[in-house]
């Protein structure tokens, strides 16, 4: 070989092979397109054109080894926190009935945060590195329960503190956390992120179980104080040990936050659209479980309760309620949902990397999402199948998060991956923040919670149907990606 430095690199597998019947007809292809090779492509710091080949070396990915797992440990451990305190607000907001309806707003806040900042959040990440911003994340959110224990008694005190200061804390902890394994993983992609998100599943259950027992042990203020240690206890090693694998960009020419051309790619919008439509009954389903006093019956649940009510597991405890459980036969039902979380997270992720893809295990999972919806749950008059009904929501709920990543991966490759997952990550905002008030409207146009079990069915139907709305538009885009449906997606 001519000692000219620039030796050629054999890549070890071609991912993915675009179709140039991608392109739509007024896309050029140039000579100097067409010439370029695939580790340009792969450096780009936009994402290549539909119709040019997308490359990934296999033998760049450690795929595995301690090193690897660690970090998904680490990002694991994170994400309970993230999620996990996100997931388990309905306890504290059980407490905090006295301040009135508003307080399920808290919530909405904490979790839009997450999708609200994913773009800015990719900047600082990019920039600065994952452990630098998670460590100054993991001092935020310790920050917004202890600070909120001073002032448990305000609402104006509680949505500075426990929505707005957790809410920027966990995003900065969320993004690095949630995105650093797909640069690790490429053969098992799918299951990395799926162990790593289940620590939010076993968060949930955790804190959700902590925040009930402590709120009767010691009261409100100091949960708050035990949990924001428990929190910092948590991430501050987790968040140490994370590391990136790919070299940092700079703030400045580092790059666009935004790249708008992915919105001509037909893949993209329908990734995006479905993303927003499913957030709407999906985060539902992970926040308000124990949001309404069980033990009681229906007809004695006030109107202030019923305007909290969104899709699926919200109206869960007044079935409960109904069946005669007590308060903690409540907490356990909501660990029971995120501990199936947590399993159908692994369980979808093992799943996507050996049969279905992720894309394809999606799909499956808000079919399954609309089905029981739809079946199950408007005929659940017994314990049994509202058991039933919770388990199987809580997996496809959690496969569908933990899958979302290997989806984007799988699409679009790892070049511009943390550009492409915070943009659909920002399509989640409003889901977030106004499913649960939309479902409230609608119950509370229906009757509210006093007029018995028929009230609920126009929710929960339009819980099903978003699920539905959003199972067609990702469908739509695995289509696009490719018509066999043999294939892996």
Known sequence: MASSGTEPIELS????????????????????????GPLELASADLLPPQGAKRFEALDSYPDGGAEAWLQVLGCSACLSVCVGGIYSWGIMQDALSDLGPGTS????????STAALAIPCNRLVAAYGPRKIALIGTVITSAGPLLGSFCSKSFAGLMVTEGLLFGVGQSLIFFPAATLPSSYFLKRR??????????????????????????KRVGIPWTLRVTALVYFAITFPASYFIKARLPRKPLRGGGPAIDWTLFRDARFVFLFCGGAFALFPLFGQSLFWPQFPTGRAISEIDSCASSRLTVPPFFLPLYASALGMSSLSGSLL????????????????????????????????????????????PLATTLTPLVIFAVVNGAVNGGFFSLMPGSVASLFGTATFSVTFGMILSSWAPGYCMGAPIAGYILEAAGGSKAGYGAFRPAIFYSGALATVSCAMLTVARVIESRDLKKRV
């Open 13 to 36: 597998r071609v991912e993915t092979a675009v179709s140039s019947s991608h392109l739509p007809p007024s896309t050029p292809t140039t000579l100097a397109e067409s010439e370029r």
């Open 105 to 112: 707003w808290i919530g909405s806040i904490q979790a839009a």
């Open 190 to 215: 799918n299951l990395a992120t799926g162990c790593t998100y289940a620590g939010g599943g076993i968060g949930g259950a955790g804190f959700s179980l902590l925040s009930s027992v402590l709120i």
């Open 334 to 377: 909501l660990a029971g949902f995120n501990l199936a979380s947590a399993a159908g997270r692994i369980g979808f992720g093992l799943g996507a990397d050996r049969y279905l893809g992720s894309l394809n295990s999606q799909i499956l999972c808000l079919f399954v999402f609309g089905v029981t919806t739809f079946i199950i749950w």
